[in-house]
Structure formats: structure tokens, C-alpha cells
Nanobody
Framework: VQLQASGGGLVQAGDSLRLSCTASARSSGNYGVGWFRQALGRGREFVASINWKGDRIYYADFVKGRFTISRDNVKNTVSLQMNNLKPEDTAVYYC???????????????????????WGQGTQVTVSS
């Protein structure tokens, strides 16, 4: 399975972007997906996650109320709608596929990058002030 992240770009503060993560295999619909980001000179940080059923969703505090994660298992796609973007959202955004078909799990589980087995190549998001 391969993941392809897309939708990044250069926008102004307050604008919106919609990132997409498309998997190459239909079986990916049985796994949770997470979005992480890495800003220049900083470590990778958790942004949002969704289990394969779409009924367990987590967000990092700094994106709550601004970002929305969703998935379409028919299209093998997970989307991240990002509204009211801020300059501090500037980073490379990565999507990742969970290691197992685990449905439950806490925020601690889904926010841990070690619980993801396959990573996409990343898409750059740049927000100017």
C-alpha cells in the first residue's frame, strides 16, 4: 500500500486548504489514518486521526475548531479540511496508515507516530501573514 498526500500550497492567514490522502489499495479502508506535520527545525507532531469506521476522531488542541478530518472508504481517501489557517500552521503535512485495524484507542494511541506503519511523502503548507 502506498499513500499519496496532496492539496498543499501557499495561502494567506485566514484562508482554507483541503488536504487529501489517497491509498493505493482498497484494503487501506480497514485501517485508521493520521495526519502529522513537521515544521522546519521542529519534530513531527500529531494533527488529527480517524479510525477506519470514522467514529473515533482525535485532534491536537491547536487545530480544534479549525481542522476537520473525514474519510471516504469507497474512494480510499482521507481528507483534512483546514480553515482559518495561521502562519504557525506552516509545515509539511504527512498522512499515515495505522499498523492494525484497531478500531478503539485513546488519544495517546492515535497521536503516537509509532502506531502508524505506512507514511505518505508529505505536502507543503505555507501560510503567510
Amino acid at each position: 500500500v502506498q499513500l499519496q498526500a496532496s492539496g498543499g500550497g501557499l495561502v494567506q492567514a485566514g484562508d482554507s486548504l483541503r488536504l487529501s490522502c489517497t491509498a493505493s489499495a482498497r484494503s487501506s479502508g480497514n485501517y485508521g489514518v493520521g495526519w502529522f506535520r513537521q515544521a522546519l527545525g521542529r519534530g513531527r507532531e500529531f494533527v488529527a486521526s480517524i479510525n477506519w469506521k470514522g467514529d473515533r476522531i482525535y485532534y491536537a488542541d491547536f487545530v480544534k475548531g479549525r481542522f476537520t478530518i473525514s474519510r471516504d472508504n469507497v474512494k480510499n481517501t482521507v481528507s483534512l479540511q483546514m480553515n482559518n489557517l495561521k502562519p504557525e500552521d506552516t509545515a509539511v503535512y504527512y498522512c499515515a496508515l495505522g499498523r492494525t485495524s484497531y478500531v478503539a484507542g485513546s488519544y495517546a494511541y492515535w497521536s503516537d507516530s509509532n502506531n502508524y506503519a505506512i507514511w505518505g511523502q508529505g505536502t507543503q503548507v505555507t501560510v503567510s501573514s
